[in-house]
């Protein structure tokens, strides 16, 4: 069974940007699509970006298009959210996320593998 495990959270100020990761084990990751999502403190949990398995289609929440890249390296199994100019806003848990086909959706219902979430602090 597919594991996520995300890391690369931490404390950031405002304008710095940060690289998270989500290493897969227990399966070939080639094999699914991934999503970031992300909860701040008293809020839903919200899409942040997705990939398709090959890497070629992606799509970001509006919120972070511009600044969030989202990124895979199958070779490594380990698919990737690089974050600039980042905003007191971003702060919360990123978690990513896998399913078996690509829709480019970033409703949490569509996706059946879960990490445990890193965190993620943007202040001075």
């Known amino acids: 069974q597919l594991q996520l495990v995300e890391s690369g959270g931490g404390l950031v100020q405002p304008g710095g940007s940060l690289r998270l990761s989500c290493a897969a084990s227990g399966d070939i990751l080639d094999y699914y699509a991934i999503g970031w999502f992300r909860q701040a403190p008293g809020k839903e949990r919200e899409g942040v970006s997705c990939i398709s398995p090959s890497g070629g289609s992606t799509n970001h929440a509006d919120s972070v298009k511009g600044r969030f890249t989202i990124s895979r390296d199958n070779a490594k199994n380990t698919v990737y959210l690089q974050m600039n100019s980042l905003k007191p806003e971003d702060t919360a848990v990123y978690y990513c996320?896998?399913?078996?086909?690509?829709?480019?959706?970033?409703?949490?219902?569509?996706?059946?593998?879960w990490g445990q979430g890193t965190q993620v602090t943007v202040s001075s």
């Open positions: 996320a896998a399913v078996s086909f690509y829709s480019g959706s970033l409703i949490e219902s569509r996706y059946d593998y």
